[in-house]
Nanobody, 119 residues
Framework: QVQLVESGGGLVQPGGSLRLSCAAS????????MAWYRQAPGKQRELVAE???????NYADSVKGRFTLSRDNAKNTVYLQMNSLKPEDTAVYYC?????????????WGQGTQVTVSS
């Protein structure tokens, strides 16, 4: 049974930081690309950042320079370090494990964790 369990969400003031974690089980973690998506109320789910099995990263323009995605294959975990948070970063953040065909294709999803940026 595949499980992706997110943690680290919460309420933070603008300009603050949070680190999201996603622990995977039931998959050969090192073989999968991993990514974070987010969905704000009334908006479509969007890709935030992705990391290949080899550690190469790609970020949405809206988070470049503020967010850092990393992975620890020994712990089957990915981390999303979010700095200089803005109110528009408020969303439910979803971890997923996926593969690359022509583009990144998510295969397994976590349950999501809420991030709220507000004063």
């Amino acid at each position: 049974q595949v499980q992706l369990v997110e943690s680290g969400g919460g309420l933070v003031q603008p300009g603050g930081s949070l680190r999201l974690s996603c622990a995977a089980s039931g998959i050969i973690f090192s073989s999968y690309a991993m990514a974070w998506y987010r969905q704000a109320p009334g908006k479509q789910r969007e890709l935030v950042a992705e990391i290949t099995s080899g550690g190469r990263t790609n970020y949405a323009d809206s988070v470049k320079g503020r967010f850092t995605l990393s992975r620890d294959n020994a712990k089957n975990t990915v981390y999303l370090q979010m700095n200089s948070l803005k109110p528009e970063d408020t969303a439910v953040y979803y971890c997923n494990a996926g593969v690359y065909i022509t583009d990144y294709m998510p295969v397994y999803w976590g349950q999501g964790t809420q991030v709220t940026v507000s004063s």
